[in-house]
T-cell receptor, first 113, second 111 residues
Framework: DAGITQSPRHKVTETGTPVTLRCHQT?????MYWYRQDPGHGLRLIHY???????DKGEVSDGYSVSRSKTEDFLLTLESATSSQTSVYFC????????????FGPGTRLTVT | DAKTTQPNSMESNEEEPVHLPCNHS???????IHWYRQLPSQGPEYVIH???SNVNNRMASLAIAEDRKSSTLILHRATLRDAAVYYC????????????FGTGTRLTIIP
């Protein structure tokens, strides 16, 4: 299994509070991604990174920010959590070639009350 | 991004082959065809990918139509552990590392 972990694995928070999710990899892969998954939907890309301090928006980036100060860590921050951000969040990593597969973490279940 | 179309659900008997179809009529010449699956309560996992030729690996086979407008993921002998949602995804080969997931096909294996 690819060395990718997510923390926390579960979190319950209140509306309006800031939340940071962490993705950590031990594979030294260049690309890292944050997705969310809601019932009835496939995974939707929030943000991705193609190198340290290099990030870009995905299709559902509103309300989220990211940072990548080290190759191994990719942080997802909800500045002020809302109930619509209740979801399961997956981190993924991949190498530099477009044909390379993405490896996914175990997911973080976030509930905003 | 080019789009894929898959049936919402399929059923198959245990120990029989399973053919999961995917249509991608707007595929471009540089798009790779990727398949991922997601087991219950887990993140997606890579299954197989191809460009033009049929591909085999330890998990499955990928049959790609000659015009590349459709493909079929083949599980040669389904087990209960193959029950999952299977996603067919087109991935651009130049300068774009993103995957766009649809809703996939939910495969149920009947014992």
């Amino acid at each position: 299994d690819a060395g990718i972990t997510q923390s926390p694995r579960h979190k319950v928070t209140e509306t309006g509070t800031p939340v940071t999710l962490r993705c950590h990899q031990t594979e030294n892969h260049r690309y890292m991604y944050w997705y969310r998954q809601d019932p009835g939907h496939g995974l939707r890309l929030i943000h991705y990174s193609y190198g340290v301090k290099d990030t870009d928006k995905g299709e559902v980036s509103d309300g989220y920010s990211v940072s990548r100060s080290k190759t191994e860590d990719f942080l997802l921050t909800l500045e002020s959590a809302t109930s619509s951000q209740t979801s399961v969040y997956f981190c993924a990593i991949s190498g530099a070639d477009s044909s390379y597969e993405q490896y996914f973490g175990p997911g973080t279940r976030l509930t905003v009350t | 991004d080019a789009k894929t179309t898959q049936p919402n659900s399929m059923e198959s008997n245990e120990e029989e082959p399973v053919h999961l179809p995917c249509n991608h009529s707007t595929i471009s010449g540089t798009d790779y065809i990727h398949w991922y699956r997601q087991l219950p309560s887990q993140g997606p996992e890579y299954v197989i990918h191809g460009l033009t030729s049929n591909v085999n690996n330890r998990m499955a086979s990928l049959a790609i139509a000659e015009d590349r407008k459709s493909s079929t993921l083949i599980l040669h002998r389904a087990t209960l552990r193959d029950a999952a949602v299977y996603y067919c995804i087109l991935r651009q080969s130049f300068g774009n590392e993103k995957l766009t997931f649809g809703t996939g096909t939910r495969l149920t294996i009947i014992p």
